[in-house]
């Protein structure tokens, strides 16, 4: 029978264990497992929406998480770490509800897990905080490999990105996506969860890595910058004002390009059309594209010696001329 669901954000559920159940959790105990003696709910561990720190796991993060929870015990307060006041993971499920979208529009995705505890007098308290729906909140507690940034795909943590989590970059905020978990290590109920939907939090720990340290490097100046981070020679970490004097010199830069092209794509219509006057025999249209593989500097002397050579050409002799070299106020001199 699939326990009932008592609560608005589906955190916990309950319900009495079945046949199913019953064999699933007999893998967990040292005696064969009575119904009467146990206490079934259910909780929503994780989820694919973007939680308050800017994260979210990935649904083949959460496909690897519902099979590295099962089995795992879940925390309620300290004194749980004792055997019988313990509740376990004994199935999880990833449930994907095509009829609601996450903030970014993709299918909500969730991991969904069913856990047991005994019922003892120490754990009446607990259960009476399940079903009243106090107990809702669970936070997960495990290990991913990789932390993979939403604008770009690579690793937030490599050099390959350059997004920072919570920063809008090509039009969309950046969140980070939790990737090839590693390990499971606990669960909890927590009272404010990270997690939107779920009500879930995860904690985070550290993993070894092989990955080299980031160098930080020195320089105020976008060129003393660069020059540290090739110096450096592997991956390299810069601070937010360092940041923001690349990100200005590159935007200068920008600017800059777009003059210079506008006075080249000026410079190559003068030459052409100097060049129809100078040079009257010429393929406009190969000069064209000869023009496309000069350098600026190069049209530019071209520029400079066709409108010299033009000059020349304009400047002739008048067929006619007074004696005194004066022109005529009146056209008679060109009268025959
Ligand atoms: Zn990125």
New binding site residues.
Partial sequence: MEPLSITKNAGTAVGAPDEEALGLIARFTRSTPKAEDLYIFTVTLCDNEIDRDNERFSVEALQTLSELFVGVTGIFDHSMKSSDQTARIYKTQVIRDESKLTSYGEPYVRLKAWCYMLRTPKNQELIDEIEGGIKKEVSVSCSVQAKL?S????D?RSHE???AVGET?QGKT?HAILSEPTDAYEWSFVAVPAQKNAGVSKSMRKIASTKKQDTTVSGKTPEDIMKAAVAAGGNVSLTPSQLQAMASYLEIMKSDAALVKEQRQDAEKDVLALAAFTLPEADTVMLGEMLGKLSSREIEMLRKALGARGDALTVCTPAFRQEDGKAAPDNSPFKI
């Fill in positions: 940034c604008v770009c795909g690579h937030l990105c350059c997004h970059a950046c």
